[in-house]
C-alpha cells in the first residue's frame, strides 16, 4: 500500500487526526524519513471531543439528517437554524 499513499499524499507536506492516524504504520513505511508526533489523551475524553467534531459530520454522512447537521452547527456556533422559518417571507418585509 506504500505507492497509495505516496500518491494519496503527493504535494502534501503534513497529515494528521483520523483516518490517517488508523494508517500511521503504513504511512511510515510509505514516507520513512518523515517525522511521526504521537500524542495521548484520556480515552474517555477524546471520545466526547470526537464524537462533537469529526464523528459528528460521519454521523451525518450516514444519515443525511438535517436535524443532525444542525447540531453540529449549534455545537459550534452556539446559535441554531431549527427554529428558523419562511412563514411570512410571501408577505414582504414587515410594516413599520
Given amino acids: 500500500v506504500t505507492h497509495l499513499f505516496r500518491e494519496l499524499f503527493r504535494g502534501y507536506t503534513v497529515v494528521a487526526d483520523y483516518p490517517a492516524c488508523a494508517w500511521w504504520e503504513e504511512i511510515l513505511e510509505a514516507f520513512p524519513k518523515a517525522k ?8 474517555g475524553e477524546w471520545y466526547a471531543s470526537s464524537m462533537n467534531s469529526s464523528f459528528a459530520f460521519w454521523k451525518f454522512s ?23 422559518t419562511d ?3 410571501a408577505a414582504g ?4
Avoid: V
Fill in 87 to 89: 412563514t411570512g417571507a
Fill in 36 to 43: 511521526l508526533l504521537h500524542t495521548t489523551r484520556d480515552p
Fill in 62 to 84: 450516514r444519515t443525511n439528517s438535517l436535524d443532525t447537521l444542525l447540531d453540529i452547527e449549534h455545537h459550534w456556533t452556539k446559535k441554531s437554524r431549527k427554529d428558523w
Fill in 93 to 96: 418585509p414587515p410594516q413599520k
